[in-house]
């Protein structure tokens, strides 16, 4: 894991480091550093944008592999903040970390592992890198909450602002790579890839600038917000939590979508029950301030 050396901690670090390396490796030395000698916010300034890390589980194994994702400000829908006075201007006021890619039936067949679910067998024979698939809303805020509560971090849905924000990587065109699908750029139906309407392994694309996979196409992804036609999205990047919250927005498109499906502008909402084999899920982790 990289990290940025926190100024309050540089004149004391050469102390951290006298301590065994199985506690410097387990904690990691930065982050104790900070941790107890600052506030617990202290340690979101150690990390960079671009930074990635992927959080210890108890069991042995890793998290999803997560990405920081720095503060700014964006134009929902696409284009550049002041060009149209009507455009929705969201502004990200702290950076978060998303991960690189959906969770994939590995890291999801981990958590039905953990918590004995009788789910485990919807998963045999599911090959560990491609996206999971067929999980409701709230099956996706379990796995989020046992996440959290295995890392001790703050995990859960990405906004559909987050999310937005994330995947356009400071592009406003439609799609990361310009305003045209072009061919052999995501998995979806007539973009030219040989896997046309199945699954495809995660990261099988090219990224988005800031490291992000499958942003648009293969799955269709859960987010936090629930639908309201009547009112504006939360313009500081936090979830919408009010409206009609037995259905979710879903963002990205997925392998059975058409190209103008998988727009980074592109937005869908599906009851919180729905079942579907294109729609899973990326995560989020907050820092603390």
């Not at 024979?125 to 709230?138: E, F, K, N, R």
């Not at 979710?248 to 980074?264: H, N, P, T, V």
Request: hydrophobic fraction near 40%.
């Amino acid at each position: 894991m990289a990290f940025h050396t926190h100024p309050h901690c540089r004149g004391i670090r050469t102390m951290i480091m006298s301590l065994s390396i199985p506690l410097r490796v387990a904690i990691g030395a930065n982050t104790l550093l900070c941790a107890l000698l600052f506030n617990a916010s202290a340690v979101a300034d150690d990390y960079l944008p671009g930074d990635t890390f992927a959080h210890d589980l108890p069991d042995g194994g890793k998290g999803p592999e997560m990405v920081v994702v720095r503060e700014g400000e964006f134009v929902m829908g696409g284009g550049r903040p002041g060009d149209n006075p009507e455009a929705l201007v969201v502004e990200i006021a702290h950076p978060f970390a998303i991960s690189k890619t959906e969770i994939t039936n590995a890291m999801y067949r981990r958590f039905l592992k953990a918590t004995q679910s009788g789910d485990l067998d919807s998963l045999q024979g599911a090959a560990d890198d491609l996206p999971v698939s067929g999980i409701t809303w709230d099956e996706a805020e379990a796995f989020v909450s046992w996440l959290s509560h295995q890392t001790g971090y703050n995990y859960r849905l990405p906004s559909s602002t987050q999310w937005e924000y994330a995947a356009r990587a400071g592009s406003t065109r439609s799609y990361t790579w310009g305003d045209s699908a072009g061919e052999s750029n995501a998995n979806c139906l007539g973009c030219g890839v040989d896997y046309e309407g199945t699954l495809a392994p995660v990261a099988s694309f090219k990224p988005n600038a800031w490291g992000l996979y499958d942003v648009h196409g293969n799955v269709w992804e859960w987010t936090k917000d629930c639908v309201d036609a009547n009112s504006k999205p939360p313009l500081n990047g936090m979830p919408q939590l009010f409206g009609n919250c037995d259905n979710r927005e879903l963002r990205g498109g997925s392998a059975q979508s058409d190209a103008w499906s998988i727009r980074l502008n592109a937005r869908a909402s599906a009851r919180r029950q729905l079942r579907s084999l294109d729609v899973g899920m990326r995560v989020v982790m907050m820092f603390p301030r």
